[in-house]
């Protein structure tokens, strides 16, 4: 192993525990990663818009590929550096203005399309038992989940009575799916733990022998 | 004239109209520019639209709109008054993500209505943000605030203040901001991902009163255990409407109940239809291309 991966992994691991020192308390080596954290990732940000989006994106198919059109993106860019000059700051609203209401109408669009009408089409199963009991339960219980779901999420009336009984069977459906998605996510988690610990065990314990 | 003549015509007149930035569309098949399997959509959407116009219509002429009780959002304002008791700032999280996410643009409305309460009772507000577009807009919406509550003086430029671009570096800024400051309420409002746990364990180890909001399904689990109150999906579209009862939003939100009520019926007509053999083509009518 070279000099510089050794450096490398002990690096990594330096920041790795100070990070983890944070479960004892807040200290000063956990503050220290900290900044340095968030002072290298602003800076490695703008290295990679100024690559990415100015030069790729923007600068070279403008110059080199004849798409003059696109300044019009860029000025909006150019707009958000009004913000600068509080007197002509206003300016920069007109950008805000302009990725908000296009985020909301392509939103619509995109989750109707490819959200609520294919949700809709896989609820409406048959719920008699022609394909098997089985079956018929699954599909009882995917249409009964989905209708009390959007039942607990209607507003314009007091969950109470018939409504209030299905907005509850609505919140059961919802809390099991939850429990479900709080299982596989802590499972993801540990995964990431092992990973880290791992790491700290061998490729910087393994350093150990080289060094000492 | 027929649909065929109508698809050969609209590129070339879009073409004429528009310039180059119709040279993409004209490459393409003529059915990119309209697809008659995307009818499904289109209609949908007028019929969307023309329930929230007129609701919106509605409560504009000054028709009484009844929205039932959601307790996290009446929570904001009691959260901000026991930060306002014990002197300590209200932070708030407009979600990690970028302003073309429509739940960061839900967080960032929100946000507009928290800092005209912490506005009102002179508390202060701090709002950590990941993207250089979410501190823009929330500082318009916090300074747009403290305007109309005639604190404009108050306002100070760094309560919306820039993080840090990468997730985790973010979370560990704020994670260290709640161990020293101990603020008294944290919201978080707004699209959240393998962060929330880290931050929401973090307020609650602080002490501080948290209320959390997100429409994403794998990380409210988290929320829901480790803060005081949680808004689930569509309870943090409709958290704004409710906050402000402004009647244009409150319209939008009735028209919405509408659309769960419509959908409901077509959910339940395709199963009966579909358990008695028939109903193909209705069912058909929703797919997705």
Known sequence: ?212 | MNLTNLRKITPVALAFALGPLCETALAQPPEAIFRLDRLNALITIILFSFFILLYTHWAKQGKPLFLRKIPGLDAVEEAVGRATEMGRPVLFIPGIDELDQIETIAGISILGRVAKITAQYDTPLVVPVRYPLVLAAGQEVVKQAYIEMGKQDAYDEDTVLYVAGEQFAFTANVNGYMMRERPATNIYMGAFFAESLLLAETGNAAGSIQIAGTARPEQLPFFIAACDYTLMGEELFAASAYLSHEPLMLGGLKGQDLIKVLIIVCILIGSILATFGYGETFIEWFNAV
Not at chain 1, 30 to 41: M, Q, V
Not at chain 1, 68 to 84: D, E, H, N, S, Y
């Open chain 1, 1 to 212: 192993m070279t000099s510089v991966a050794i450096l490398q992994i002990w690096i990594v691991a330096f920041f790795t525990l100070a990070l983890f020192s944070f479960l004892y308390k807040d200290n000063p080596v956990y503050k220290l990663a900290e900044h340095i954290f968030a002072g290298l990732t602003a800076g490695y940000q703008v290295g990679l818009v100024w690559d990415t989006v100015v030069i790729q994106k923007l600068w070279d198919p403008m110059i080199y590929d004849g798409k003059w059109w696109l300044f019009v993106p860029g000025i909006l860019g150019f707009l958000m550096f009004a913000r600068f000059w509080p007197k002509y700051s206003w300016v920069s609203r007109v950008s805000l203005a302009f990725v908000m209401g296009t985020t909301s109408g392509v939103f619509i669009t995109t989750q109707l399309h490819g959200l609520v009408l294919p949700a809709m089409k896989s609820t409406m199963l048959p719920l008699g038992g022609g394909g098997g009991l089985a079956q018929a339960v699954l599909a009882i219980i995917v249409v009964v989940g989905v209708v009390s779901t959007l039942i607990y999420f209607y507003f314009s009336k007091e969950h109470t009575g018939a409504l209030g009984v299905t907005a509850k069977v609505g919140i059961w459906f919802i809390m099991i799916s939850f429990g479900a998605h709080f299982g596989y996510t802590v499972m993801g988690r540990v995964s990431l733990l092992i990973g880290r610990v791992y790491f700290l065990f061998y490729d910087w314990f393994g350093t150990f022998s080289e060094i000492f």
